[in-house]
């Protein structure tokens, strides 16, 4: 399994764990983030150990080459000695260096091929957790909206509820009934209380003062002709006053003296 199979293992095992046990979706995709960083930083420490393995064996091959090189000379330094023997085993040599030259080499061009392709896919991978890292502002925003609207509803629901708004009424209804109850029972007592022969009187001289206001306000207007008008009767006036002043007219008829002859 490669260094980027573990990661994306690891970030998915990370993710379902999140999910699964996630009360908070914006904190959830925060620490996702997280650990994506996290895990990246670890793969590039990863790759980093990879360049320099390429580059140790690059600078090996490069050894192997230069011993060669130099068991060569030493070849031709004996043979212009006059000493083959010494060429002959020299010459092993170099064949042995070149040999181990040509296979680190190749391995190192292999190795090579790979960390650069480890570099790319980092590259790929640091491009999608910063493309990660914008949706997730983009999802957190979402998120809020849902929660807003979600809130939204649950006022909405609980405005509906009529409940509240039925014992309300119940209760206003209650207290007017008591209303209506203090002012009978204070009608009551005032019928009951004080002398009612006089109550009585003092509604009939609101009558009566209301009456003269009605034919007052009657001839303002116009609707009642000059001395069509009646007073109306006060209290302790009527036919009773009338014969009295009749009687008082006919006692002065009587008293008065006679008139002379002229």
Do not use: C
């Not at 050894?63 to 130099?70: L, N």
């Not at 909206?145 to 708004?165: L, P, V």
């Not at 009642?224 to 009295?244: C, S």
């Amino acid at each position: 399994m490669g260094i980027f199979d573990r990661l994306g293992t690891l970030i998915r095992s990370n993710l379902n764990d999140l999910i699964s046990s996630a009360e908070n979706p914006e904190k959830m995709l925060n620490q996702l983030i997280l650990d994506m960083r996290s895990q990246l930083a670890k793969a590039k420490q990863q790759v980093a150990a990879a360049i320099a393995d390429e580059k140790r064996l690059q600078a090996q091959a490069e050894q192997e080459k230069k011993q060669a090189e130099d068991w060569e000379k030493r070849a031709m330094l004996a043979v212009q000695e006059g000493r083959d023997d010494l060429a002959k085993q020299a010459l092993l040599r170099h064949s042995e260096h070149m040999e181990a030259a040509v296979q680190l080499d190749d391995t190192w061009r292999k190795h090579a091929g790979e960390t650069e392709a480890l570099k790319n896919s980092l590259r790929a991978l640091n491009d999608k957790i910063e493309e990660a890292k914008r949706k997730k502002n983009i999802l957190i925003a979402r998120q809020r909206r849902a929660e807003a609207q979600k809130r939204i509803h649950e006022t909405m629901g609980s405005i509906s509820d009529k409940s509240a708004f039925e014992t309300f009424e119940r209760m206003a209804e209650r207290i007017e009934q008591n209303e209506r109850k203090a002012l009978a029972a204070a009608e009551l007592s005032e019928e009951l209380s004080g002398d009612s022969l006089a109550k009585q009187f003092e509604q009939l001289e609101y009558k009566a003062d209301a009456d003269t206001q009605l034919l007052a306000l009657k001839q303002k207007m116009g609707l009642l002709g000059p001395g069509k008008a009646e007073p109306p009767r006060q209290l302790g006036t009527g036919a009773t006053a009338d014969v009295h002043d009749a009687e008082v007219v006919e006692e002065g008829e009587d008293e008065a003296p006679p008139r002379k002859k002229g």
